[in-house]
């Protein structure tokens, strides 16, 4: 039996290498399909931001207590300001979230250089489980109860896509 | 013998203190802090009651607003119906998946894991049937099944979420009635109290009023003369300061042998008299003239005097009235009625001139009565 396994022409082993391909993409597929790229859209125009590259950007590692999960938390993304900045010019005045769980929200005041967006946690990439692939969190929250979840509702989860609303 | 003019003697009449202002103040500024504090009572309760309804009532469509346990138990819901649904396998699959995913994401909360036994069970079981849908180890019936189990696990957070809501909801229904009562019983009697306050303050004030007007009447009692009810000699001084730099005429008037008149007709006649003569005077000067008794049988005239001519002239026309009025009088050496002796000075008023002008006045009135009384002299710019 391991002869013949040992001796099977190259097209066969080309096929069965294939077979696995298929196997594993279409088992991957959920996931690689799903929550890869951050829509950023700008009016008419919408990019698509691979989270992967994102991921390399994120420059920014701190520690920060996450009062959802209860404890601190070690967090590496991109200042927000500046990712704004990039993408659109400036800061816009009002931002559009759309959330992979179909929550949708509209805010303001996003001129503040607290905001973080991150990608990975305790050197773990986000991911949906995780309250990704990207998550808004506030670098410095001092001065609020966190016991109080109300008062983190801004920190947005699962982000989708981000509109500018000028 | 010219006597010396008496030195001004500055009248020492001052305002009564008010002896109740430190507490006039005080009902006032406890008026004022009463109103204030019912003001701070109302802005403390307000601000209380609102962040509290934003608490409970005003989080619709925020992160929190929907349990965050309800949205996963959909999701899980969501992923069976994908399961059963007709359609090929790796479509259910992939579907359940993301579905199983987000309900993950949405209960692994902190506050889940520590208020609830049944929270890690139930993602274990999560991963479990993720890991198993990933690699098609699992049949959907059986995948569907697994389920069940976050689900009633769900289904216990929210039922405790919510009477936790419930309660929390209760409570504040509660507090707010008691804050209610506190804040209308609180604010009556505030209100009351600054009234109160307000009310002594106005009796305060009023009492203040009356002592002042009180300490004014007794000032002007202290200038009159209460027989005549002319001014006295304080008073002769308090005007000539009140028109300084003027250009003034005093008068002095003395009843010729008033010592006779009384001791013929008695005291209470001299009274008589001495209230007659000085209707007369004033009415001789035509009004224009402030009268002041200085002593017994001594009056002053105060009045504009632009020259000594005007002067003579008043002083003519005092002894011409006197004799007009013949008032009797039985003890006269002379045999004459009532008749006066009459000296003035013109001087421009000054505190420092009165004193020379007063003088000035004495002499020519002494000069008079040297001369035999009845008449009259004046003594040129004093």
């Not at chain 2, 001789?284 to 009056?299: I, K, P, S």
């Not at chain 2, 005092?318 to 004459?336: M, N, Q, T, W």
């Not at chain 2, 008079?368 to 040129?380: F, L, N």
């Amino acid at each position: 039996m391991n002869a013949v396994a040992l001796q099977c022409s190259p097209w066969v082993r080309a096929r069965g290498l294939l077979a696995c391909v298929l196997i594993s993409t279409s088992v991957l597929l959920p996931t690689a399909v799903f929550a890869q790229a951050l829509d950023v859209i700008n009016g008419d125009v919408t990019q698509k931001i691979a989270i992967s590259d994102l991921r390399a950007n994120s420059d920014t590692t701190f520690t920060l207590y996450d009062p959802y999960q209860g404890r601190d938390v070690e967090m590496q993304g991109v200042a927000f300001q500046d990712f704004l900045i990039d993408q659109f010019g400036e800061v816009p005045p009002a931002l559009h979230f759309t959330a992979w769980d179909d929550y949708e929200v509209t805010l303001e005041g996003w001129d503040d250089p607290t905001w973080y967006l991150i990608t990975s946690e305790d050197g773990a990439p986000l991911t949906i489980r995780t309250r990704g692939p990207v998550r808004l969190v506030e670098r410095d929250y001092s001065g609020r109860d966190v016991a109080n979840l109300r008062d983190f509702n801004d920190w947005i989860w699962m982000i989708r896509s981000i509109e500018a609303k000028w | 013998m010219i006597s010396k003019a008496k030195p001004a003697v500055a009248p020492s009449i001052q305002p009564r203190p008010l002896a109740r202002q430190p507490r006039y103040v005080t009902w006032l500024s406890l008026s004022v802090m009463s109103f204030l504090a019912l003001m701070v009572l109302i802005v403390y309760e307000s601000r209380w009651v609102y962040p509290e309804i934003q608490a409970y009532f005003s989080q619709t469509g925020n992160l929190t607003g929907q349990q965050l346990a309800t949205r996963s138990r959909v999701y899980l819901q969501n992923a069976q119906s994908e399961l059963l649904a007709d359609q090929p396998e790796q479509e259910a699959f992939a579907a359940a998946i993301t579905d199983i995913e987000l309900s993950y994401g949405l209960s692994d909360m902190h506050v889940y894991r520590h208020q609830y036994e049944c929270t890690e069970p139930s993602l274990r079981i999560l991963n479990r049937v993720l890991a198993r849908l990933e690699v098609a180890e699992i049949d959907r019936v059986g995948a569907v099944g697994e389920l069940f189990g976050p689900i009633q696990c769900l289904t216990h957070i929210e039922m405790d979420q919510l009477d936790q809501r419930g309660a929390a909801i209760n409570d504040f229904s509660v507090s707010t009635r008691q804050h209610n009562q506190v804040l209308t019983y609180s604010s009556l009697l505030i209100f009351v109290m600054g009234l109160v306050f307000w009310w002594l303050h106005e009796r305060q004030l009023r009492r203040t009023d009356h002592a002042t007007q009180e300490t004014f009447e007794w000032m002007q009692r202290a200038m009159r003369d209460p027989l005549t009810g002319i001014g006295n000699r304080s008073a002769l001084h308090q005007d000539v300061l009140a028109k300084q730099h003027q250009s003034l005429g005093l008068i002095l008037i003395d009843i010729d042998f008033f010592k006779q008149y009384n001791d013929a007709y008695g005291h209470p006649q001299g009274d008589t008299l001495l209230r007659q003569l000085a209707t007369l005077i004033g009415e001789t000067l035509n009004d224009e003239a402030q009268l002041y008794r200085l002593g017994g049988d001594e009056f002053a005239a105060l009045l504009r005097c632009p020259d000594t001519e005007t002067l003579k002239s008043y002083c003519c026309q005092l002894i011409e009235g006197i004799r007009a009025a013949d008032f009797a009088h039985p003890a006269h050496p002379d045999k004459k009625g009532v008749t006066f002796s009459v000296g003035g000075s013109r001087f421009m008023a000054d505190e420092a001139t009165f004193a020379y002008a007063y003088e000035a006045a004495d002499k020519a009135l002494y000069r008079v009565k040297a001369a035999g009384r009845d008449g009259w002299q004046v003594t040129e710019d004093a």
